[in-house]
């Protein structure tokens, strides 16, 4: 099978772009200020991230280059999810709201295990490689909930 860089590219670019879109815009070291249950060094977290997102855009290039059926149930989870996650980004650093953001995590979480889950049934591998994302979400949650009981 051939591979359609364009598609690719634009797959993984979409990704970064949507899900690190509020990142740009507002003070993400606010974290380094709070009482949090581990203290991951902020350097860490554009390393995962740009890890998570490039495995991500991989995975919706494979489920966009396959002629499933349900695709578009896939790609709406993926679509629904991304939003989340960087609506996530906003509420927490932005205007630091860390019970709606917990809220907003565990919708994450849900939409997540959608996304993997349609994944899955059109193609293993690309459900697969979101398990890692999901980790590190679930991750990410444990801290956001650790602020709220430690601030």
């Known amino acids: 099978m051939e591979i359609n860089i364009c598609l690719l590219l634009f797959c993984v670019i979409f990704t970064f772009f949507v899900g690190s879109f509020f990142s740009f815009f507002i003070n993400t070291e606010v974290y380094t200020n709070l009482n949090v249950l581990v203290q991951v060094p902020s350097l ?12 991500l855009g991989i995975s919706v290039y494979i489920i966009l280059i396959n002629n499933s059926k349900i695709k578009k149930t896939a790609i709406k989870y993926y679509l629904l999810q991304l939003i989340i996650n960087s609506i996530w980004t906003l509420v927490f650093f932005g205007f630091s709201l860390y019970i709606l953001s917990f809220i907003l995590i565990i919708l994450l979480i849900i939409f997540v295990l959608l996304m993997i889950k349609e994944f899955y049934k059109i193609n293993k591998f690309a459900g697969l490689i979101n398990i890692f994302y999901l980790l590190w979400i679930i991750f990410a949650g444990v801290l956001n909930l650790s602020i709220i009981l430690l601030n």
């Open 44 to 55: 860490i977290f554009p390393i995962v991230w740009s890890i998570l997102y490039l495995l």
